[in-house]
């Protein structure tokens, strides 16, 4: 019989096809596990759905920009950004920034990759903080731009000061320094003042710092945005994101706050009418909806502080975080903890140091579960 398990043809063509870069050889798309279970709590996604309410506007507004999709998205999204500007004044307590000062693109992915395309590149360095988001790296490697490292704080706290910050910059001379706060995947917020001495130390040779506020909103209440510091500083972006406040993951909207001249230059590295129409007008119905969204963090923000109590009460080492998500620890192996709590129907994430794991903040039904499924993995 004809073995089946190997084609020639196939094999063959594999072998003729044209290469891709040196770098990718061997590299793995990015991709957290999408697994079919009950209490998904592995990708810091707001639990909560669209209300009746808010569904049916964006079904409304969809439909309005169906019926001109024949023509190109307003390529600018200038009422879309307008309303960003109104909500950046609200939530943070600053002016109304300018709307040439505000950019959106399809994820705070995309905008960090817009950033680096405009000011990394071949010859041009960046600078994170580990442990940090894992993709830092590949925008890095995608745009040609070398990436370095320093370490944040030792554990629980995982802090950043300003003396770390400067250190690094003075070691590495990096065009572009990437922050978090909070940060991920240790829920860590930053001090304005290791915001402010880095941008200081980045002026005279015109560094861009770039601060990643991807879960700003859940912050605890006397913690500031970067944003109330951004009018001191022109080289200093501001990120966030709609997918996790507004529930957004799935629509794809991020944007950023910077000086006009920065955002013209991203404007320069977009690709063409980048941002659908259907994008903008799912994001301007939530933006319209934010009081009752917002009231949604509320209770994340009591849930995870409630959860973080727990795990330390059981003997875990947890993180403080001001995000929508716990690091915490204490196991000799993370996997086998991982694989038991995924067996009883709860996907968690394997990620930061070894021995620590992520929990997302889900709804009440889902952290329940959480818990009585981390008692019988890992009983004390």
Do not use: C
Request: overall charge negative; proline content about 7%; aromatic content about 6%.
């Amino acid at each position: 019989m004809e073995d089946m398990s190997v084609n020639p043809a196939a094999t063959t063509a594999a072998t003729s096809l044209p290469a891709p870069r040196a770098d990718l050889v061997g590299a793995e798309p990015y991709g957290a596990p999408q697994l079919p279970v009950t209490h998904a709590l592995n990708v810091n996604e707001n639990p909560f759905g669209p209300s009746a309410a808010l569904a049916d506007d964006i079904a409304a507004a969809v439909r309005e920009a169906a019926l001109g999709l024949n023509r190109y998205p307003d390529r600018e999204a200038i009422a879309l950004r307008e309303d960003l500007a109104s909500y950046l004044a609200h939530e943070a307590g600053i002016d109304r920034p300018p709307v040439e000062s505000v950019w959106a693109a399809n994820g705070s992915n995309e905008i960090m990759h817009q950033l680096l395309l405009a000011y990394g590149g071949p010859g041009r360095t960046a600078l994170g903080f580990t442990p940090h988001y894992s993709m830092y790296p590949e925008y890095a490697r995608d745009t040609y731009t070398d990436w370095v490292t320093a370490s944040r704080g030792p554990a629980p706290d995982f802090a950043l000061t300003a003396q770390d910050v400067l250190a690094a910059i003075e070691q590495h001379r990096p065009d572009v320094v990437v922050l978090t706060s909070p940060n991920n995947p240790t829920g860590t917020a930053l001090e304005l003042e290791v915001v402010e001495a880095a941008a200081r130390a980045l002026a005279p040779t015109r560094g861009l710092l770039v601060v990643d506020e991807a879960y700003s909103e859940f912050r605890r209440d006397g913690v500031a945005s970067a944003l109330t510091v951004q009018g001191d500083h022109p080289g200093l972006v501001v990120t966030r994101t709609m997918s996790k406040a507004f529930a957004l993951a799935g629509a794809r909207l991020g944007y950023l706050v910077a000086h006009p001249a920065i955002v013209d230059a991203v404007r320069v590295v977009r690709l063409p009418y980048h941002l659908s129409a259907v994008t903008q007008a799912v994001a301007r119905a939530a933006l319209a909806h934010r009081e009752e969204l917002l009231g949604q963090v509320a209770l994340l923000r009591s849930e995870r502080d409630a959860l973080a109590t727990h795990l330390g009460e059981r003997g875990h080492e947890v993180a403080a975080s001001d995000a929508n998500f716990i690091l915490f620890r204490t196991f000799a192996d993370r996997s086998a903890v991982f694989e038991a709590l995924l067996a009883r129907d709860v996907l968690v994430r394997a990620v930061g140091p070894e021995g620590w794991l992520r929990v997302s903040i889900g709804t009440p039904e889902d952290n329940a579960a959480f818990r009585t499924a981390l008692e019988e993995a890992d009983p004390r």
